[in-house]
Nanobody, 120 residues
Framework: QEQLVESGGGLVQAGASLRLSCAASGLIFSAYAMGWFRQAPGKEREFVARISWNGGSTTYNDSVKGRFTISRENAKNMVYLQMNDLKPEDTAVYYC?????????????WGTGTPVTVSS
């Protein structure tokens, strides 16, 4: 059974950094484009970042470009989101996703989420 488990969320002050991790199991990890999405309180879930199956291509939401970096380790079935210079508006539950379509952002599998809170 496919499973994505996020970790690394927490409460930080504005300007701080966090690294989210996502451990995948039950799927052929190296065959999937992976991504991160987030959902802030009272808002719809939004795309944050995507990385191709081999890490050769990355895409970001404009709001996080230059601050967030997505990466992956296929040998470990892991994907990461390095978040720097965090802002209060980054506060959300962050979800790992597998099988992120490059054009539609449709997702095959979702994680259960890890909360990130950025205080001002």
């Amino acid at each position: 059974q496919e499973q994505l488990v996020e970790s690394g969320g927490g409460l930080v002050q504005a300007g701080a950094s966090l690294r989210l991790s996502c451990a995948a199991s039950g799927l052929i990890f190296s065959a999937y484009a992976m991504g991160w999405f987030r959902q802030a309180p009272g808002k719809e879930r939004e795309f944050v970042a995507r990385i191709s199956w081999n890490g050769g291509s990355t895409t970001y939401n404009d709001s996080v470009k230059g601050r967030f970096t997505i990466s992956r380790e296929n040998a470990k079935n892991m994907v990461y989101l390095q978040m720097n210079d965090l802002k209060p508006e980054d506060t959300a539950v962050y979800y790992c996703a597998a099988g992120v379509n490059r054009l539609t952002r449709e997702v095959d599998y979702w994680g259960t989420g890890t909360p990130v809170t950025v205080s001002s």
